[in-house]
């Protein structure tokens, strides 16, 4: 397949792409854009409008254009619309779809475009939906520490430092911690959508156009994005940049996440046995029939450590490259898309563990021994009018 790009002129010193230096620049970005598809298609679809209403495109065109896009986009959701990898990427195979079914319009649609801010806003498109999805599954983890506070949180518990019994704590108290530091996470996220929420596209190259007039602030409008991205450099800057901010805060998230994982492991040890889950929560042993592990919260608290991996591929993409596009922004869209999936999903597992939970009331309150209230006991004697040294080894020689 002739590509987009191609020059089309044969010289004698021209050859073809070589095929293994082919395949190794297309590698599966053709194969990730089917996910990002919806959102090249809505973002083509307000371009469209855009040319329309400057007078590039007629009425029928227009027409014929959204009709196309639309039938693509019937068609991605049954799996019937394919990107080949000659084609490189789910841009060019809008253009050949619409080319082929809708004749030279189809040749119009990437007027004023370069696969540079169709890349852009498609993947803008896709965070900010995504990001909305992250924020309501943290809120449902909320309200699910919020109900077995409600539920749970008076058991009383030891508090731990250093690994060793310390002082006295309850289940809520501990379930209110992640509660505090989820809520806390909403206010990154919160700020991160804010920072994304520009429009990109128009900035072409990453240069902008000067001939046409596109209309930046009409496709801002259709796509709902609170504000134009005004600098096409900064354009171009912000890819990779936009990801790597987003992972950045969802990643304070999956740090709670995995606090809670790491806790609840321990906790549900036979040494402690604190805390347990349904059955239907764990797995067994191919040789020890009376083995029942917890391997959801070990994998959960693996998977922390990969989407920590994702995050940290990104950045070193992006973290020494020259201003403008570079084709090293390709590599940072497996690591995002893989990275907001594997959210989404660990923190609805996470929600059905913390629904899920049951304090062991009987065990943890045994676990309370005398020794927890040493430091209250030397607080009492200190409000007699002893000083806290006194009253601390006097309390301290009780004990040992």
């Given at each position: 397949?002739?590509?987009?790009?191609?020059?089309?002129?044969?010289k004698?010193?021209?050859?073809k792409t070589s095929?293994?230096?082919e395949d190794?620049?297309v590698?599966?970005?053709y194969?990730l854009?089917l996910?990002l598809l919806?959102?090249?298609?809505m973002?083509?679809?307000?371009h469209?409008?855009?040319?329309?209403?400057?007078?590039?495109?007629?009425?029928?065109?227009?027409?014929?254009?959204?009709?196309?896009l639309?039938?693509?986009?019937?068609?991605s959701?049954?799996?019937?619309?394919?990107?080949?990898?000659?084609?490189?990427?789910g841009?060019?195979?809008i253009?050949?779809?619409?080319?082929?079914?809708?004749?030279i319009?189809?040749?119009?649609?990437?007027?004023?475009?370069?696969?540079n801010?169709q890349?852009?806003?498609?993947v803008?498109?896709?965070?900010?939906?995504?990001?909305l999805?992250i924020?309501k599954?943290?809120?449902?983890l909320?309200?699910?520490?919020e109900?077995?506070?409600?539920?749970?949180?008076?058991?009383?518990?030891?508090?731990?430092t250093?690994?060793q019994?310390?002082?006295?704590?309850?289940?809520?108290?501990?379930?209110?911690?992640y509660?505090?530091?989820?809520?806390?996470?909403?206010?990154?996220?919160?700020?991160?959508?804010?920072?994304?929420d520009?429009n990109?596209?128009?900035?072409?190259?990453?240069?902008?156009?000067?001939?046409?007039?596109?209309?930046?602030?009409?496709?801002?409008k259709e796509?709902n994005?609170k504000?134009?991205?005004e600098n096409p450099?900064?354009?171009?800057l912000?890819?990779g940049?936009?990801?790597?901010?987003?992972l950045q805060?969802?990643?304070?998230?999956?740090?709670?996440?995995?606090?809670?994982a790491?806790?609840?492991?321990?906790?549900?040890?036979?040494?402690?046995?604190?805390?347990?889950?349904?059955?239907?929560f764990?797995?067994?042993?191919?040789?020890?029939?009376q083995?029942?592990?917890y391997?959801?919260?070990?994998?959960?608290?693996?998977?922390?450590?990969i989407?920590?991996?994702?995050?940290?591929?990104?950045?070193?993409v992006?973290?020494?490259l020259?201003?403008?596009?570079?084709?090293?922004?390709?590599?940072?869209?497996?690591p995002?898309?893989?990275?907001m999936?594997?959210?989404?999903d660990?923190?609805?597992?996470?929600?059905l563990?913390?629904?899920n939970l049951?304090?062991?009331?009987?065990?943890?309150?045994?676990a309370?021994?005398?020794?927890?209230?040493a430091?209250?006991?030397?607080?009492?004697?200190?409000?007699?009018?002893?000083?806290?040294?006194?009253?601390?080894?006097?309390?301290?020689?009780?004990?040992?």
């Amino acid at each position: 397949m002739k590509k987009i790009w191609d020059r089309g002129v044969a010289k004698k010193t021209d050859s073809k792409t070589s095929q293994v230096v082919e395949d190794y620049t297309v590698g599966i970005d053709y194969l990730l854009d089917l996910e990002l598809l919806p959102y090249d298609i809505m973002a083509s679809m307000a371009h469209a409008k855009m040319l329309h209403k400057i007078k590039i495109l007629n009425s029928q065109e227009l027409k014929t254009l959204i009709t196309g896009l639309n039938k693509i986009l019937s068609l991605s959701k049954v799996g019937k619309f394919k990107i080949d990898k000659s084609q490189e990427d789910g841009h060019t195979a809008i253009e050949a779809y619409l080319t082929e079914h809708c004749g030279i319009v189809g040749k119009k649609v990437h007027t004023g475009r370069s696969r540079n801010d169709q890349a852009l806003v498609t993947v803008r498109l896709f965070s900010k939906e995504k990001l909305l999805e992250i924020k309501k599954q943290v809120e449902d983890l909320i309200k699910a520490l919020e109900g077995q506070i409600k539920k749970q949180g008076k058991i009383k518990m030891p508090g731990y430092t250093h690994m060793q019994r310390a002082m006295p704590s309850s289940v809520g108290m501990l379930l209110a911690s992640y509660h505090d530091s989820l809520e806390d996470d909403l206010i990154l996220i919160d700020a991160i959508s804010k920072i994304i929420d520009q429009n990109p596209l128009g900035s072409a190259a990453g240069y902008g156009e000067n001939i046409l007039g596109l209309d930046r602030k009409f496709t801002t409008k259709e796509l709902n994005f609170k504000r134009v991205q005004e600098n096409p450099i900064y354009c171009a800057l912000s890819r990779g940049k936009f990801e790597n901010l987003v992972l950045q805060a969802i990643s304070s998230v999956m740090f709670d996440i995995g606090k809670i994982a790491s806790d609840l492991l321990l906790f549900t040890t036979k040494e402690f046995d604190f805390f347990t889950l349904p059955d239907s929560f764990k797995t067994g042993s191919s040789i020890m029939p009376q083995k029942k592990n917890y391997d959801v919260l070990e994998l959960i608290r693996g998977n922390i450590a990969i989407f920590n991996g994702y995050q940290h591929q990104i950045e070193n993409v992006i973290k020494n490259l020259f201003s403008g596009y570079n084709r090293d922004f390709q590599l940072t869209k497996e690591p995002y898309i893989k990275g907001m999936k594997l959210a989404l999903d660990t923190i609805r597992v996470m929600t059905l563990v913390v629904k899920n939970l049951e304090a062991k009331k009987k065990n943890l309150e045994s676990a309370c021994t005398p020794e927890l209230y040493a430091t209250d006991e030397a607080l009492r004697l200190v409000k007699k009018g002893k000083s806290f040294r006194e009253a601390y080894q006097e309390v301290k020689e009780k004990f040992y």
